[in-house]
């Protein structure tokens, strides 16, 4: 299977800055990529899907103003929180896929905004 | 649209005793299914998944799961449970849109004890 990491693994922040997490597939050429969210003890949400060089395609509910989602190659995906807010505070998990084949994931990023 | 139900939040068994970790599904297209493994601070894990091939599915560690059409379950089930498999377990449906889409359940907690 594929090798996924996200830096940072772990970020602070204060309420209203940006926060940018990367996703990066390392052995692997993604074509689509997947951002997903975790709150404490409960299950992966989708957020958005990506495809190489396409614009993000946002579940219903995800602002996409407040979520910016760039897929600038078929290794690196980024996820910007703009202004982040307290209620932004989550665990953000990327996956990677080639073609349709199973996704990959990565082991996540645990975003804590004061 | 699909979704997925996962009938224990927690279970525990003792070492050596068997598994099943219950999931039903509902979708309105042939779904895939998957389970998949989170052990704390990595990222999710594949156990197996199922592509409407047999309805018996191997997969890693020991573990199996049935597809049952008629009861719409997706049970995991290991004969014998190892300390090492202590984490959290999640039934997931995917379905084709474009992209594809994965629905989780709410994860299992499974607990090993000694």
């Known amino acids: 299977g594929a090798v996924v990491s996200q830096h940072p693994s772990w970020v602070i922040c204060k309420s209203g800055t940006s926060v940018k997490i990367e996703c990066r597939s390392l052995?692997?050429?993604?074509?689509?990529m997947f951002w997903y969210r975790q709150f404490p003890k409960q299950s992966l949400m989708l957020m958005a899907t990506?495809?190489?060089?396409?614009?993000?395609?946002?579940e219903q509910g995800v602002e996409k103003d407040k979520f910016l989602i760039n897929h600038a190659s078929l290794t690196l995906s980024t996820l910007t929180v703009t202004s982040a807010h307290p209620e932004d505070s989550s665990f953000y998990i990327c996956?990677?896929?080639?073609?349709?084949?199973?996704?990959?994931f990565g082991p996540g990023t645990r975003l804590t905004v004061l | 649209a699909q979704s997925v139900t996962q009938l224990d939040s927690h279970v525990s068994v003792s070492e050596g005793t068997p598994v099943l970790l219950r999931c039903n599904y509902s979708?309105?297209?042939?779904?895939?299914l998957f389970w998949y493994v989170q052990h704390p601070n990595k990222g999710l894990q594949l156990l197996l998944k199922?592509?409407?091939?047999?309805?018996l599915v191997k997969g890693i560690n020991g573990f199996e799961a049935e597809f049952k059409k008629s009861e719409t379950s997706f049970h995991l089930t290991k004969p014998s449970a190892h300390m090492s498999d202590a984490a959290e377990y999640f039934c997931?449906?995917?379905?084709?849109?474009?992209?594809?889409?994965?629905?989780f359940g709410t994860g299992t907690r499974l607990t090993i004890i000694p």
């Open positions: 199922y592509t409407s091939a047999a309805t």
């Open positions: 990506s495809n190489e060089g396409s614009k993000a395609t946002y």
């Open positions: 979708s309105s297209y042939s779904p895939s």
């Open positions: 996956s990677v896929q080639r073609g349709g084949d199973t996704q990959y």
């Open positions: 997931v449906v995917s379905v084709y849109f474009g992209n594809e889409k994965l629905t």
């Open positions: 052995d692997f050429q993604a074509t689509t």
